[in-house]
Each structure stands twice: as C-alpha cells, then as structure tokens.
Nanobody, 123 residues
Framework: QVQPVESGGELVQAGGSLRLSCAAS????????MGWFRQAPGKGRVFVAHITRMGDTFYTDSVKGRFSISRDNAKNTVYLQMDNLKPEDTAVYYCAAERGAADITILRQYAYWGQGTQVTVSS
C-alpha cells in the first residue's frame, strides 16, 4: 500500500515552468506504476503522464515535448517537470499509484490517490 502526497503547485505565467512532486509512503513504492492526472474547472479528471516500475514513460498528446515524468525510488518520489506552460494547463494535478493496470490512462485502474495540488497558469 502507498499513500501519495502531491506538492509544488502554484501560480505561474504562461511560458514558465514548474516541477510537481509526489511523495509516496510505503516500502512497496518501487513496485507501483505512478501516474499524473489533472482536473480543470468544470471538467473531468484526465490522464497526463505515467511512469512504469521499470521507468518507461507515457504522455497524453497535449503535453508531449513539454512535460517530463520521472521517479526516484530511493526517495519514494515521482516528479512531473512542466515546461512552456499554457493557460490550458490550469488544473488540479493528482498523483496516483497502480499495480498491473490494463490501461494506464483510466482512473479506476489506480488504487491510491493523493489530494491534489493546484496549478494555475496566467496568460
């Protein structure tokens, strides 16, 4: 079992950068794939990025080339580096853990979720 806790969200201008962190308690962290999702105001929660136990990475098309997901198993932490931010990136960002997901883009495949961190990008 892991419990993710996100941090790093804040107000930033368009074109700027942020790095989100997700610290997960539990000794089994390295056995989980980790994902980032986001929820914009008035919209559903959607997939952003995923990193497997082995370090393979996947991204939704709208963030490819701008966002980078990584993990540090020694620190039980996963990161989301976000560059060239756009106003449409404004959302609450959630970190989640899965083990054995058939489709990493689907919310219900993830067993453990953090509380979220707010990212606001001003134009």
């Amino acid at each position: 079992q892991v419990q993710p806790v996100e941090s790093g969200g804040e107000l930033v201008q368009a074109g700027g950068s942020l790095r989100l962190s997700c610290a997960a308690s539990g000794r089994a962290f390295r056995t989980y794939g980790m994902g980032w999702f986001r929820q914009a105001p008035g919209k559903g929660r959607v997939f952003v990025a995923h990193i497997t136990r082995m370090g393979d990475t996947f991204y939704t098309d709208s963030v490819k080339g701008r966002f980078s997901i990584s993990r540090d198993n020694a620190k039980n932490t996963v990161y989301l580096q976000m560059d060239n931010l756009k106003p449409e990136d404004t959302a609450v960002y959630y970190c989640a853990a899965e083990r054995g997901a058939a489709d990493i883009t689907i919310l219900r495949q993830y067993a453990y979720w953090g509380q979220g961190t707010q990212v606001t990008v001003s134009s």
